[in-house]
């Protein structure tokens, strides 16, 4: 059983920052692959980064790439997103999600546990 709960979630100008983490209940974090979806209004689930447990390789969405940033500290069971240069186009509610184990998958049928979601707005 694996909880995961979302925060840093906001209202941000175009061009700020966020930084998003997810903590991650029981012995699991190290084991698990984990990732960042985000679901805009009337869109469907979208995968945006994942990490894998293993090796640490990420894997990123087209869009975000070279802006956002997965990682992960296993002492504190957590796992973050740093978005960079944000765009009105970013703005979704972000999930994240985990499955056990080592590969990354971009579809959300991969993974077995997801938070409550954390709302993203980029607005001036």
């Known amino acids: 059983q694996v909880q995961l709960v979302e925060s840093g979630g906001g209202l941000v100008e175009p061009g700020g920052s966020l930084r998003l983490s997810c903590a991650v209940s029981?012995?699991?974090?190290?084991?698990?692959?984990l990732a960042w979806f985000r679901q805009a209004p009337g869109k469907e689930r979208e995968f945006v980064a994942g990490?894998?447990?293993?090796?640490?390789?990420?894997s990123y969405t087209d869009s975000v790439k070279g802006r956002f940033t997965i990682s992960r500290d296993n002492a504190k069971n957590t796992v973050y997103l740093q978005m960079n240069s944000l765009k009105p186009e970013d703005t979704a509610d972000y999930y994240c999600?985990?499955?056990?184990?080592?590969?990354?998958?971009?579809?959300?049928?991969?993974?077995?546990?997801w938070g409550q979601g954390t709302q993203v707005t980029v607005s001036s």
């Open positions: 029981g012995r699991t974090f190290s084991t698990s692959t």
């Open positions: 990490i894998g447990w293993s090796d640490g390789r990420t």
């Open positions: 999600a985990a499955r056990s184990g080592a590969l990354v998958f971009k579809e959300t049928a991969e993974y077995n546990y």
